[in-house]
């Protein structure tokens, strides 16, 4: 069974930091492209970051490059967002994503940036 588990949630102060992760199990992750998406209440998902295959391309919505780093441990099955300088636009549910033939996303997880 595939699964997508996301953590490293919680309620920062404005300016401060979290670091996500989220550990796949199921698949083999080196043959994924994974990314972050994020909805906030009332609002649609959005895409945050992706990188791609062999990790040497990241790209980032525009919104929050500068502040969040992608990164991904394929020998250890983790994807990971670390964010700097968050701001409460930043608060939202935060998904991992991974596709390829198929398109899994994990349960999300809860970031709430307080002013």
């Known amino acids: 069974q595939t699964r997508l588990v996301e953590s490293g949630g919680g309620l920062v102060q404005s300016g401060g930091s979290l670091r996500l992760s989220c550990a796949a199990s199921?698949?083999?992750?080196?043959?994924?492209?994974v990314a972050w998406y994020r909805q906030a209440s009332g609002k649609e998902r959005e895409w945050v970051a992706s990188?791609?295959?062999?990790?040497?391309?990241?790209t980032y919505a525009e919104s929050v490059k500068g502040r969040f780093t992608i990164s991904r441990d394929d020998g250890n099955s983790i994807l990971s967002l670390q964010m700097n300088s968050l701001k409460p636009e930043d608060t939202a549910v935060y998904y991992c994503n991974a596709q390829s033939h198929q398109n899994f996303w994990g349960q999300g997880t809860q970031v709430t940036v307080s002013s």
């Open positions: 990188i791609d295959l062999d990790a040497r391309s990241t």
């Open positions: 199921g698949i083999t992750l080196n043959k994924y492209s």
